[in-house]
């Protein structure tokens, strides 16, 4: 039997980043998912709901997802598992990207695990099947249960908008392709967590998305 996910967004950073505690209901094991910062509040989450993190997940490389996945990798003694390797050049460079926007002291991070399509996450008894969307950074990757009918979808889309493309590795029409071919045939019932903004469901970004209608 598939677990049932349980999740709670943490916003952390100015850039009001939804970093997400996910979790299997049944045995209470869960990931972090894109801990950009604010370390003490999502420690305080993690207590709060009493899940057992077992590892730390990345969508994407940049800086208010990334910044603080080596600090609690540490903290935690679990495993980094994503982005796609295609991200490196970000990771490498999130101390210097930190102090570029004042976020203060960052830790470069290398995963302990890379990933790439058709991969597979597990997350207590939650699986997760792996997308590379590249285009709003190289390495952009989707975490979607098809059980549960859910993803976390990083910045590739949002509610009624898509990920910037104006930053080193940005390519538009390479996200739309992604969007397009890889995310919306998901089906319109998958529900997903953006990096930014309100959840939404796919099909509501399939007929109203103004970036996606051709």
């Given at each position: 039997?598939?677990?049932?996910?349980?999740?709670?967004?943490?916003?952390?950073?100015?850039?009001?980043?939804?970093?997400?505690?996910?979790?299997?209901?049944?045995?209470?094991?869960?990931?972090?998912?894109?801990?950009?910062?604010?370390?003490?509040?999502?420690?305080?989450?993690?207590?709060?709901?009493?899940?057992?993190?077992?590892?730390?997940?990345?969508?994407?490389?940049?800086?208010?997802?990334?910044?603080?996945?080596?600090?609690?990798?540490?903290?935690?003694?679990?495993?980094?598992?994503?982005?796609?390797?295609?991200?490196?050049?970000?990771?490498?460079?999130?101390?210097?990207?930190?102090?570029?926007?004042?976020?203060?002291?960052?830790?470069?991070?290398?995963?302990?695990?890379?990933?790439?399509?058709?991969?597979?996450?597990?997350?207590?008894?939650?699986?997760?099947?792996?997308?590379?969307?590249?285009?709003?950074?190289?390495?952009?990757?989707v975490f979607v249960s098809r059980d549960a009918r859910f993803a976390l979808v990083g910045d590739v889309v949002f509610k009624g908008s898509v990920g910037r493309t104006d930053l080193p590795g940005g390519n538009h029409d390479q996200l739309i392709r992604a969007i397009k071919e890889k995310v919306l045939p998901l089906g319109d019932d998958i529900a997903f967590i953006p990096g930014h903004g309100p959840?939404?469901?796919?099909?509501?970004?399939?007929?109203?998305?103004?970036?996606?209608?051709?």
């Amino acid at each position: 039997m598939p677990g049932t996910p349980r999740a709670g967004i943490i916003p952390v950073t100015p850039f009001q980043q939804n970093c997400t505690l996910i979790w299997d209901e049944a045995t209470k094991v869960g990931a972090v998912v894109d801990p950009g910062g604010d370390l003490d509040r999502i420690e305080a989450a993690i207590r709060e709901h009493g899940v057992t993190v077992e590892k730390i997940l990345l969508t994407h490389g940049h800086v208010d997802h990334a910044a603080g996945a080596d600090e609690l990798r540490e903290r935690l003694g679990v495993p980094v598992e994503g982005p796609h390797r295609a991200d490196k050049f970000l990771l490498d460079s999130l101390p210097e990207t930190a102090a570029n926007y004042g976020l203060g002291e960052a830790r470069a991070v290398t995963p302990d695990r890379w990933l790439d399509e058709g991969d597979a996450v597990t997350v207590g008894g939650l699986g997760f099947d792996i997308l590379h969307c590249p285009g709003h950074s190289p390495g952009s990757v989707v975490f979607v249960s098809r059980d549960a009918r859910f993803a976390l979808v990083g910045d590739v889309v949002f509610k009624g908008s898509v990920g910037r493309t104006d930053l080193p590795g940005g390519n538009h029409d390479q996200l739309i392709r992604a969007i397009k071919e890889k995310v919306l045939p998901l089906g319109d019932d998958i529900a997903f967590i953006p990096g930014h903004g309100p959840t939404g469901t796919l099909g509501e970004e399939r007929v109203s998305n103004p970036f996606l209608q051709d």
